[in-house]
């Protein structure tokens, strides 16, 4: 996937998928990077950004994670039923999806 991806920066469907890996692997600071590329290319896709909240978070970047979520939500992102299973949800108070899911489901 890293060569198609060098072969062509922009091809937006190889970028969610070498992202997706990366971060299924551990790399989460290379996903990140592919998420912020994917934002960049795709300004009005709220899974895009819903995914750079991911990553933002898994990177340990909370303020950026809760703009990102924010941005998500502002383009319509509405698939509330991950916000508890996403991998970076944890307790901490700092985590942006920790705050939201409990939002989502009381409101």
């Known amino acids: 996937m890293e060569g198609l991806v060098r072969r062509d920066p922009d091809y937006v469907d190889a970028l969610q998928l070498l ?35 991911c990553s933002c978070s898994l990177t340990g970047q909370f303020d950026r994670a809760a703009s990102a979520l924010e941005t998500a939500l502002q383009l319509g992102y509405r698939d509330f039923r991950w916000l508890p299973k996403t991998p970076t949800s944890t307790s901490s108070a700092s985590n942006p999806f920790t705050a939201t899911s409990r939002q989502k489901s009381v409101g």
């Not at 890996?21 to 896709?45: I, S």
């Not at 709220?46 to 909240?53: G, T």
């Open 19 to 53: 992202g997706d890996h990366y971060t299924q692997h551990g790399r989460y600071t290379d996903g990140l990077k592919v998420d912020e590329r994917l934002a960049r290319l795709e300004p009005r896709n709220p899974l895009v950004f819903y995914n750079l909240a």
